[in-house]
């Protein structure tokens, strides 16, 4: 194993790249939202998957052949055309990705600097 190559690490890619895949699924139910019939989407469980990829338990997006799938969402209010996307819902889906990518890089970012003041002796000088 690597310096770089940590379950921490691990879990911060493994959520960095599920957060992308989720950004797209959402993007696309916002750009389909005048679509007739189109149904809403999103991966499940997203919050399980994160925090057991935190855990260094090794989540199912985490396998090599995996590809993150979405699916439909029941129980939404269905307009007559038959579409059921929220901007509302979308809007607070979007934003609370978006936090959870931004806090996942923070702390790659603090990991990092962490790894690099290790190898230059921790920034003090003699």
Do not use: C, W
Not at 9 to 18: A, K
């Amino acid at each position: 194993m690597s310096m770089i190559d940590t379950p921490l690490m691990r879990g911060l890619e493994r959520v960095l790249d599920l957060s992308a895949f989720r950004h797209q699924v959402i993007a696309a139910n916002l750009a389909n939202i005048d679509t007739p019939g189109y149904r809403t989407r999103d991966l499940r469980p997203f919050a399980g998957e994160i925090e057991q990829a935190m855990a260094g338990g090794e989540p199912a997006f985490a396998q090599p052949s995996f590809t993150p799938v979405a699916h439909e969402i029941r129980g939404l209010l269905e307009r007559p055309d038959g579409n059921n996307v929220s901007v509302e819902r979308e809007s607070l889906l979007l934003a609370q990705n978006q936090l959870r990518f931004q806090v996942a890089v923070e702390f790659l970012k603090a990991e990092f600097h962490r790894l690099s003041s290790a190898i230059t002796g921790g920034g003090s000088g003699s």
